[in-house]
């Protein structure tokens, strides 16, 4: 932790100052230490460089344990292609993207595919996460001078109000309990003429012929440990299935939804130890989750419009995808 997060650090929980007492430093930073709540007295220690603002298990842990088995998997740097910035690209739209000198927050960065991106675009970032995909994401980017990791909760962010020219949440919102609240904690992190960017699952009719739908109700309580080696062994045995009927011409496309394994052949430039790899990391990640919640455009548009944000557009992209600008006046 840099001690000059602290300028926009606050206790979570009665948003008062916290003091930081330094265990341990290495490189110019906090690796152990504790933040005192000034006025709560409440405790948040310092581990492995990052300052922790939730319990060590929470509903995420599915993807702590996903982001560290596949720390690099999804990361540009990792795969030598472009494929999560044009994602990122997409998301922000025509917006300005001069990230040089700005506070960027990623809220539920994962291991970081997200936050790789805005960082080589000069962001100063700040990189949340509720569960221990922060240690994975700290190990990919740590260095980079400009990144910050934090573990905290989206409905209990433990920043001042304002402290950021921009903030996104990318493939998260639809993964929490409730993904009303969990858009509307994200406005106040916003300076006055900063904008949002979120993204959520798309709520289609189409969603109750998918099978991901029919058997997440079985995998979803399965501790991580005990599904993965189930998922290994679906993603074995239909990923091949998978690709040859993908191939099959006009419909193959239509027809691997049938299978429940994600196969990213001809959607992204991976080579096919990649594309086995890509599947195994996505079909953990559509089974294992224990929220699962899409929303529609018009919810999406609503919310922003709820929050008094201005500039407003809601658009899909396979995702739904909404941007919104924070008046000057809120
Ligand atoms: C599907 S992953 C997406 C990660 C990353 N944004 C990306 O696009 O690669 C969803 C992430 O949201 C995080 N998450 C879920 N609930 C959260 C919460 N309440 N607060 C912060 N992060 C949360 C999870 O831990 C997980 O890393
Ligand atoms: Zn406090």
Redesign the pocket.
């Known amino acids: 932790m840099k001690k000059k997060l602290l300028n926009i650090l606050c206790c979570p929980d009665c948003r008062n100052t916290l003091a930081l007492l330094a265990i341990k430093e290495a490189n110019g930073e906090v690796e152990e230490g504790e933040l005192q709540c000034e006025t709560c007295k409440k405790i948040y220690p310092v581990l492995r460089f990052i300052p922790r603002f939730v319990p060590s298990e929470n509903y995420?842990d599915n993807?702590g344990f996903q982001?560290n088995q596949f720390r690099k998997t999804?990361l540009d740097s990792h795969t030598g292609k472009p494929i999560a910035r044009d994602r990122f690209l997409t998301r922000y739209g025509d917006a300005l993207l001069d990230f040089s000198g700005r506070m960027v927050l990623d809220?539920?960065?994962?291991?970081g595919?997200?936050s790789e991106v805005a960082l080589s675009m000069g962001a100063n970032l700040v990189a949340?996460?509720?569960?221990s995909?922060v240690d994975a994401c700290w190990e990919n980017l740590r260095s980079f001078p400009q990144l910050n990791v934090v573990q905290a909760?989206?409905?209990h962010l433990p920043f001042k109000a304002a402290s950021f020219d921009s903030v996104y949440c990318?493939?998260?919102l639809q993964?929490?309990p409730d993904v009303e609240k969990?858009f509307k904690a994200l406005p106040a992190q916003l300076k006055a003429g900063a904008k949002l960017f979120v993204d959520v699952y798309p709520r289609l009719l189409l969603n109750i012929f998918w099978p991901k739908y029919w058997i997440r109700p079985f995998t979803k309580g399965i501790p991580p440990d005990r599904l993965f080696p189930i998922v290994q062994s679906m993603v074995k045995f239909l990923f091949p299935i998978s690709i040859a009927l993908g191939r099959i011409p006009y419909i193959g496309r239509k027809l691997r939804y049938a299978i429940p394994v994600l196969n990213y052949e001809g959607i992204f430039p991976l080579t096919m130890t990649q594309l086995k790899e890509w599947a195994l990391l996505d079909t953990f990640?559509m089974l294992s989750p224990h929220h699962d919640h899409p929303q529609s455009e018009t919810t999406l548009r609503r919310w922003f419009e709820e929050e008094g944000l201005k500039d407003i557009k809601v658009f899909r992209s396979g995702f739904i995808i909404g941007h919104g600008t924070k008046p000057e006046s809120l």
């Open positions: 995420a993807f982001w999804q809220v539920g960065c994962g291991a595919r997200n949340v996460d509720y569960s995909a909760d989206i409905y990318f493939g998260v993964h929490t969990a990640d």
